[in-house]
């Protein structure tokens, strides 16, 4: 093998190397770009539970208030 076949060899081993650790990098960062959208699917998911968790108790208070308020209008209308 000639000294020119030989480099050019060599630089076609070296680039593949180069591309091998460049997608290496991109499954790296392409985890931690899942990990982090799912952190934020999570997060979203707590904020709706507990959205929905104080609107429930919101639509409990709005009930006794109502109830209380009726009690009180009939008391009123008795006297």
Sequence with gaps: MDK???QMFELILQK???MEKRQENME???DEIYSVVKSIEHSN???KAEIDNLIYKVAHVEG????VGELIEKRRSIK
């Design 28 to 30: 790296i960062r392409q």
């Design 45 to 47: 998911n707590v904020r």
């Design 64 to 67: 006794t208030i109502n109830g």
């Design 4 to 6: 020119e076949t030989k």
């Design 16 to 18: 593949l190397n180069n």
